[in-house]
């Protein structure tokens, strides 16, 4: 195990025990060279615990009744990020303040670690969910020998890919079921952009505009996050380009990322318009239909500066599919919808011209 910092402060007495062997004489000797063979085998049984420690997928702490540091691998340390020059005594409790403050709610994590073990509970499960937005699986076990408690195992796993795999499967339903349901353009998309926000560990707010094609305008989708009078504001901008990042994404059909709006050259005519709304970046996709044609735009506005991340990626391309599947599909039920009610216009004045034309003939007839 690498040095973390980590101190040790007990000898063992047995290793004490086999120094004095080692001076006695004559029929003593037999017992320092047993002495010596148990040592090889406790040497021998701590290099295979801590071989098993590192190869184990999961991070690993291990602490004792007194709630002191007896084990922990590297995928622990690695997990945490805990710096290396890091001085941490063998005492759990200010791992655990260093750890703290990376999670969402300091607080409740510390409670639940002091309730674990005060309550000494045999097997405890929780998720952690972090600042950076990873979230993590906790498990903790009792250690017994002889039905004494010795201490406590603690695993960690990493499952932020699994749990946004989830979190999107999620929305993805959540907003197929609304188009199923009829429910209007405008909700969809509220319900869309809200699941997309929730994804997200920065404040992302989140947008969706949806492309006129006779005026050749963006006409406003979704963005609960944003002012209203923001909205209003943008709501029929022009496509061009320079007009910021999702009318020139439109206009180019490219992406068009802004990380610092105030020196972006798509925002030049915007820049105080962003400014008094407190937008520092804003990074926008177009989004299409299945054969092609222009639907609208999805950005992600930010409070700052920022740097997509990989996640932000993965986000704004989930939020562009769904988009396109929500604009075309809607529009196309909307299309039904209007093709329905002529069909059912023209079969009404069929059917009343047939009742004119029926009542001619019968009095011609008479």
């Not at 047993?34 to 040592?39: F, K, L, R, W």
């Amino acid at each position: 195990m690498k040095d973390y910092g980590f101190s040790a402060d007990v000898v063992s007495a047995g290793q004490s025990a086999h120094a004095e062997d080692a001076i006695l004489p004559g029929p003593e000797a037999h017992k320092s060279a047993d002495g010596e063979h148990n040592a090889d085998q406790l040497a021998t049984a701590l290099a295979m615990m801590q071989a098993t420690l590192e190869s184990t997928t999961d991070a690993i702490l291990v602490t004792d009744e007194a709630n002191y540091v007896r084990e922990f691998n590297e995928k622990y340390v690695n997990l945490w990020r805990i710096p290396l020059h890091m001085p941490v005594s063998a005492h759990v409790s200010e791992l655990w303040n260093f750890i703290s403050p990376q999670l969402k709610d300091r607080a409740a994590y510390l409670a639940r670690i002091q309730e674990i073990v005060t309550s000494s509970a045999p097997e405890t499960f929780d998720v952690l969910q972090l600042k950076d937005g990873r979230v993590f699986e906790r498990n903790s076990a009792v250690q017994l020998i002889k039905q004494r408690n010795v201490g406590r195992v603690w695993s960690f796993r990493d499952i932020t890919q699994r749990k946004r795999a989830q979190d999107a499967l999620a929305n993805e339903k959540r907003v197929l079921e609304k188009i199923a349901s009829g429910a209007p353009l405008p909700t969809v998309l509220d319900v869309l952009v809200c699941g997309v926000e929730a994804q997200s560990c920065d404040g992302m707010m989140c947008t969706v505009l949806v492309f006129d094609e006779d005026a050749q305008c963006l006409r406003h989708g979704a963005a609960p996050s944003l002012p209203a009078e923001y909205n209003r504001i943008v709501d029929g901008v022009r496509i061009g380009p320079c007009v910021g990042s999702c009318g020139s994404a439109a206009y180019t059909r490219e992406p068009v990322f802004a990380t610092n709006i105030a020196s972006d050259p798509h925002w030049a005519d915007y820049v105080e318009l962003a400014a008094k709304f407190g937008l520092g970046a804003c990074c926008s996709t177009p989004v299409f239909s299945s054969d092609g044609a222009l639907l609208g735009t999805v950005a992600m506005y930010y409070r700052h500066r920022h740097e997509p991340s990989a996640h932000d990626g993965e986000l704004i391309r989930m939020a562009t599919h769904l988009a396109g599947i929500v604009i075309e599909r809607v529009r196309a039920v909307e299309q039904l919808r209007v093709a329905k009610v002529a069909a059912e216009q023209r079969a009404q004045e069929i059917t009343q011209a047939y009742d004119v034309l029926r009542a001619t003939q019968d009095s011609a007839e008479r």
